[in-house]
């Protein structure tokens, strides 16, 4: 079973920036596709940016040129760095091993999010 846990969150200006840690359990780590997702009050929980094993990105429309998802295989760890924020990045950031091609999350456990709030 692996464990994700996320942090970094926090209040911020629109457009200010944040970044987004997410340290996962297991030796599957460097092996998956990890992805961010994004939950909004009231919205379904959507991918926001997908990087490969091999180092391949994805990225929704929305955040493309302003989001960048990055990995470190050797701690474990996934990234995503928010530049230029706007209120509608207002969400619960979580992460989770994912199918590349189609950004289906692996794991239907999910760790406890990290909160993102951008103000106006």
């Known amino acids: 079973q692996v464990q994700l846990v996320e942090s970094g969150g926090g209040l911020v200006q629109a457009g200010g920036s944040l970044r987004l840690s997410c340290a996962a359990s297991?030796?599957?780590?460097?092996?998956?596709?990890m992805g961010w997702y994004r939950q909004a009050p009231g919205k379904q929980r959507e991918l926001v940016a997908i990087?490969?094993?091999?180092?391949?990105?994805k990225y929704a429309d929305s955040v493309k040129g302003r989001f960048t998802i990055s990995r470190d295989n050797a701690k474990n760890a996934l990234y995503l760095q928010m530049n230029r924020v706007k209120p509608e990045d207002t969400a619960d950031y979580y992460c989770?091993?994912?199918?590349?091609?189609?950004?289906?999350?692996?794991?239907?456990?999910w760790g406890q999010g990290t909160q993102v709030t951008v103000s106006s």
């Open positions: 989770n091993a994912a199918n590349y091609y189609t950004g289906i999350p692996m794991y239907t456990s």
């Open positions: 297991g030796s599957i780590f460097s092996r998956s596709a």
């Open positions: 990087i490969a094993a091999n180092g391949m990105t």
